[in-house]
């Protein structure tokens, strides 16, 4: 079975611009969540999806932003980037359950560099 | 609020020695624990998750942990290290309070010397 794939695996972009990160999950796999991973902050949730909709939300502003389709592969947007945005991205799936309750399968990230 | 403090930020050991990862969490309720490994340029793998059944877990490699709701703590353990080991490790805490966010610990780094 086919992992967590993510594209694109590495971006540079500049101060202002947007950036969509994608996330293909395991197939069967009705879950995405997505974690920013920066030297400073550790690893942070971001947001989940389930079923097209958000189903969890952390702690950031709302240039990030996220959607599932209905095949469950997800986009995460971040708009008007800010040099703290660069960040290894981390986009993972699971079957059903709450990413606090089951085991989260993770993809290899997206390696995003703002300058 | 929940949270969890990996006490230690890097761990040296040597091959076929055992390896002690410590983590603490604070927590409301009976939380879901979970350590996992991040291998360089990898994904983070589960290596074992702790969902208020035994207290002992074992998971893969080797590794275990024991929660222990007294000391609010669910340290990693191998009895013999191996120079594969080598990787970041993460403690994650979740469900406590409700909250269905999980928490990371800053992680650490183990090092294994042959």
């Known amino acids: 079975k086919a992992g967590v794939t993510q594209t694109p695996r590495y971006l540079i972009k500049t101060r202002g611009q947007q950036v969509t990160l994608s996330c293909s999950p395991i197939?069967?796999?009705?879950?995405v969540s997505w974690y920013q991973q920066t030297p400073g902050q550790g690893l942070q949730f971001l947001f989940e999806y389930f079923s097209e909709t958000q189903r969890n939300k952390g702690n950031f502003p709302g240039r990030f932003s996220g959607r599932q389709f209905s095949n469950s592969r997800s986009e995460m947007n971040v708009s008007t980037l800010e040099l703290g945005d660069s960040a290894l991205y981390l986009c993972a799936s699971s079957f059903v359950g709450l990413p606090s309750e089951v085991e989260q399968y993770f993809g290899p990230g997206t390696r995003l560099t703002v300058t | 609020a929940q949270s969890v403090t990996q006490l230690d930020s890097h761990v040296s050991v040597s091959e076929g020695t055992p390896v002690l990862l410590r983590c603490n969490y604070s927590s409301s309720y009976s939380p879901s624990l979970f350590w996992y490994v991040q291998h360089p340029n990898k994904g983070l793998q589960l290596l074992l998750k702790?969902?208020?059944?035994?207290?002992l877990v074992k998971g893969i490699n080797g590794f275990e942990a024991e929660f222990k709701k007294s000391e609010t703590s669910f340290h990693l353990t191998k009895p013999s290290a191996h120079m594969s080991d080598a990787a970041e490790y993460f403690c994650v805490v979740s469900g406590s309070g409700g909250s269905y966010i999980p928490t990371f610990g800053r992680g650490t780094s183990l090092i294994v010397h042959p």
């Open positions: 197939s069967g796999h009705r879950s």
């Open positions: 702790y969902t208020s059944a035994a207290t």
